[in-house]
């Protein structure tokens, strides 16, 4: 059996690129974007009641990397990128069938010409395409005695150091966006660098709304080097 689905709605996200976007929602809570609903789910009917739910999930399609394919081993960057798992013991991008599976936070519906959600902390490329949405159910889902294989605890954190030029930036950036300076510190102290890359001179760059980020990393610190119009 094959089955064909189609988006019921497109997510609006400050994440422009692959780079830098959190490897799972919650990592960076101040991330807000929206989900707008397509015709014809974008009626006040198909979200009736969801408001009363405080978090969501999302199912989506990795249409970035959709047609890259997969292998029956991955490299979760959790273990150092050497060591191999399972895709299935993974949540690796690349997958059989390219979906993925997001828990986040509902801020409020906004129900006007259509429906628009309003999300915070989610892990997901501006244009993604959404298949599902789901309200979470605590008493069923929330298992925190669960085992968690190579994942055993949230993932180490870099510090934040901003440069002077980075902070004339902000001051300029931050009226627009005023959640700004938090999102990027949320985002750097996840270290996106790819594992194998230890490069203290190598600057970095993520695309946040509009704005490239420029960063450097060495011993465990981050520093903010400037925010430019990208
Ligand atoms: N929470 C989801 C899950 O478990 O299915 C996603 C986990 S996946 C490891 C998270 C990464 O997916 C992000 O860091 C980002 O690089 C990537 N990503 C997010 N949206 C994407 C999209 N539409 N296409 C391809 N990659 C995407």
Redesign the pocket.
């Known amino acids: 059996m094959n089955f064909s689905f189609a988006p019921i709605g497109v997510?609006h996200?400050p994440?422009k690129e692959?780079?830098?976007?959190?490897?799972?929602?919650s990592l960076a809570p101040s991330a807000r974007m929206k989900l707008e609903l397509l015709p014809p789910y974008n009626h006040a009917d198909t979200v009736r009641g969801l408001a009363a739910f405080s978090h969501l999930w999302i199912q989506?399609?990795?249409?970035?990397?959709?047609s890259r394919g997969w292998r029956p081993l991955v490299r979760p960057?959790r273990l150092g990128g050497n060591d191999k798992v399972g895709v299935f013991a993974?949540?690796?991008?690349h997958r059989p069938n390219?979906?993925?599976?997001?828990?986040v936070e509902l801020i409020g519906i906004d129900i006007g010409s259509g429906v628009i959600l309003e999300l915070a902390g989610a892990?997901?490329?501006d244009?993604?395409?959404v298949l599902d949405i789901k309200p979470y159910i605590p008493f069923i889902e929330s298992r925190p005695d669960a085992r968690a294989g190579f994942v055993d605890g949230p993932p180490p954190r870099l510090s934040i150091v901003w440069s002077e030029q980075a902070r004339t930036d902000l001051a300029i950036w931050d009226s627009r966006h005023p959640q700004l300076a938090v999102l990027v510190e949320e985002v750097l102290a996840q270290d996106p660098r790819p594992a194998y890359q230890n490069d203290p001179e190598r600057i970095y760059g993520v695309r946040l709304y509009l704005l490239n980020v420029r960063f450097r990393i060495h011993d465990n610190i981050a520093t903010v080097l400037e925010i430019s119009a990208s």
């Open positions: 997510i996200s994440y692959k780079f830098g976007i959190p490897r799972q929602p989506f399609v990795f249409h970035e990397t959709a960057p993974s949540r690796a991008t390219p979906l993925g599976l997001s828990l892990d997901l490329l244009g993604t395409p």
